[in-house]
T-cell receptor, first 110, second 113 residues
Framework: AQRVTQPEKLLSVFKGAPVELKCNYS??????LFWYVQYSRQRLQLLLR??SRESIKGFTADLNKGETSFHLKKPFAQEEDSAMYYC????????????FGGGTRLMVKP | NAGVTQTPKFQVLKTGQSMTLQCAQD?????MYWYRQDPGMGLRLIYY???????DKGEVPNGYNVSRLNKREFSLRLESAAPSQTSVYFC????????????FGPGTRLTVT
């Protein structure tokens, strides 16, 4: 069975500082990895997925199969980045079945 | 286009009471899901429906039942609520061959006393 671990429940940084939200996974096959975000009083929504290799709102994430990690990074945090972030794994590769991590709350202080 | 809607938004139940959480989507998605969100545990899948007429258990199905009424609607029933079912419940939908994204509803906050 697959597992997703986000070791930090809370990450607090100052505006303009770099941000790295950690995500580690365990799965024997080749999964697809996703980052979902929930801003205050908004719905959970997809931020980015590994296969697309996009940068969304300045965030990027690289899949490291050797370390089984999919950390989310942004070089300069903004106050509007404050939200709950969830890493998720799809064993089917297409996102229809997801296993979520426990989530990390990011607080960006002015 | 409302996306995924859930009713009610809030509910307080006494132990042993029953209730049904409603979910509907207007995006013509084939798959629908029910998750529960608990602090520190992320979202855990309760039940899902890959297509109209089918339902399957997820990670934490005990104490719940579901009905895929039609392609649009997927309801979650608690037959005899327990305090351990206090949680925020999210419904989601997904389109096969689409954008790989699950679309979530706004959530239902349930408290069982």
């Amino acid at each position: 069975a697959q597992r997703v671990t986000q070791p930090e429940k809370l990450l607090s940084v100052f505006k303009g500082a770099p941000v790295e939200l950690k995500c580690n996974y365990s799965y024997s096959g080749s999964p697809e990895l996703f980052w979902y975000v929930q801003y205050s009083r908004q719905r959970l929504q997809l931020l980015l997925r590994h296969i697309s290799r996009e940068s969304i709102k300045g965030f990027t994430a690289d899949l490291n199969k050797g370390e089984t990690s999919f950390h989310l990074k942004k070089p300069f945090a903004q106050e509007e980045d404050s939200a709950m972030y969830y890493c998720a794994l799809s064993p089917t590769g297409v996102g229809n079945m997801l296993t979520f991590g426990g989530g990390t709350r990011l607080m960006v202080k002015p | 286009n409302a996306g995924v809607t859930q009713t009610p938004k809030f509910q307080v139940l006494k132990t042993g009471q029953s209730m049904t959480l409603q979910c509907a989507q207007d995006m013509n998605h084939n798959s629908m899901y029910w998750y529960r969100q608990d602090p520190g545990m992320g979202l855990r899948l309760i039940y899902y429906s890959a297509s109209e007429g089918t339902t399957d258990k997820g990670e934490v199905p005990n104490g719940y039942n579901v009905s895929r009424l039609n392609k649009r609607e997927f309801s979650l029933r608690l037959e005899s609520a327990a305090p351990s079912q206090t949680s925020v419940y999210f419904c989601a939908s997904y389109l096969s061959g689409g954008t790989y994204e699950q679309y979530f509803g706004p959530g239902t906050r349930l408290t069982v006393t």
